[in-house]
């Protein structure tokens, strides 16, 4: 009986084949070798022929360039943190693989010297936002809010409320960011009720900010109080407002969402936010504000740590420059075309046409219910829709799997078409 070890190709006859030569252009060469030494394994153990080596290195090989699966987000939740949050409109994508070579991110193409980094997206953000003095954008809404009250309170105090310490998602507290600041915290009032008083009476020459913070994913209600930022900008100590969601201006659609304009026209020195909730763009933090804080804060040591990619400027740039992002879409779109997609998907797979209540997520608008409708399927679906390809989320609810399509795009219905029809 001959040895199958005998029958194994070399390495270098597997790296000669065209189908690996091939890989080698697309993978890293410490990962084509894992998937050589592994189809050679498989022959030396007589899992598979000699013949098909080469298949076999192939089929060892990833099949996307990154772990990370794209999905089509039917929960109903327009901003999904665990799905990524804002999906960026195609403007955006084109933007960020523009980008995504040598740029001048940093550099004036007319002098050859060294310019403001991110001019462009700086540009187009302030121009989205003309009642702050000057913007900055750093990675995230944490890290706005972190350089704010660094740059404003390290050594002092910063005023607060006890009804706005907040929690936030995975157990992310704001006070204990705070405290990495080298401020202290000086809390005011009660967990449901403060007053511009509460504040006054704290204020002293150790304050170095008042500090007003969006409730995000809750409400407190009833026997309530809190002060206005107008209020509040009165008392005389700058006031770092964080708006949380990153709406830029007033909707309709939520009418008690705080927004960065409204804040900036009542005289908050700073107000932060995030740039991929309700505005719609990339993961970053924006700060706004009177110009020559922002401007201190720009030059302060921790923004360098702090500060974005090319790409991200460039997603955020293309995100105001172009068309209603995805998320605005979904948050705006209507009940009545939604139900007409409904029905239609139902014709095609089965299921039930049922009403449904989404949510803007990402902490925004908490108590904003979007009236919506999906397709009601049996509950076996939704494990099988999550493992498919194109991957498909929706929400398991009273026994049910529910796909609600108002963070679909409608280009995509098909897609959950085709990917119901493969779970039957």
Known sequence: MTDPRRAVPATTELLAAPPVEAALRRWARPVVLAAVRGAQEAVRAGEIPAVEAVDGVVARLPDRPSSLRPVLNATGVVVHTNLGRAPLSATAREAVASASGYTDV???????????????????????????????????????????????????????????????????????????????????????????????????????????????????SGFTSSVSVRDLVALGAPVVVDAGSGLLRPD????????????????????????????????????????????????????????????????????????????????????????????????????????????????????????????????RYAALLRRGDPCVVGRVERDRCLLDLRAVPPEADDEIVEAVRRCT
């Open 252 to 379: 309709p659609l939520f009418p008690d969402e705080p927004d960065l304009a409204t804040a900036l026209a009542d005289g908050a020195a700073v107000v932060t936010a995030s740039g991929d909730k309700l505005l719609g763009g990339p993961q970053l933090g924006i700060v706004a504000g009177r110009a020559h804080v922002v401007e201190s804060l720009r030059r302060h040591p921790l923004a360098r740590a702090l500060r974005v990619d090319k790409l991200t400027l460039a997603a955020l740039e293309g995100t105001l420059l172009g068309p209603p992002a995805p998320v605005w879409q979904a948050l705006h779109a209507r009940p009545a075309e939604l139900r007409a997609r409904c029905e239609r998907l139902a014709a095609l797979v089965g299921g039930e046409v049922v009403a449904s209540e989404g949510a803007a997520g990402g902490g925004g608008a908490p108590q904003v219910p979007l009236a919506s409708w999906a397709v009601a399927l049996p509950p």
């Open 106 to 220: 940093e550099f004036d193409l007319g002098t050859g010297r060294r310019r403001r980094r991110g001019a462009g997206a700086l540009a187009a953000l302030h121009a989205a936002l003309p009642e702050a003095g000057a913007v900055l954008v750093v990675n995230n809404g944490a890290a706005a809010l972190l350089l704010a009250v660094t740059g404003l309170a390290a050594g002092r105090e910063v005023v607060w409320s006890r009804g706005e310490l907040v929690e936030i998602g995975d157990g992310f507290r704001l006070p204990d960011l705070a405290a990495t600041t080298g401020a202290r915290l000086r809390e005011v009032g009660t967990t449901n009720r403060t007053t511009p008083e509460d504040y006054a009476a704290a204020l002293g020459p150790a304050t170095g900010c008042i500090l007003k913070v969006h409730p995000s994913n809750f409400r407190v």
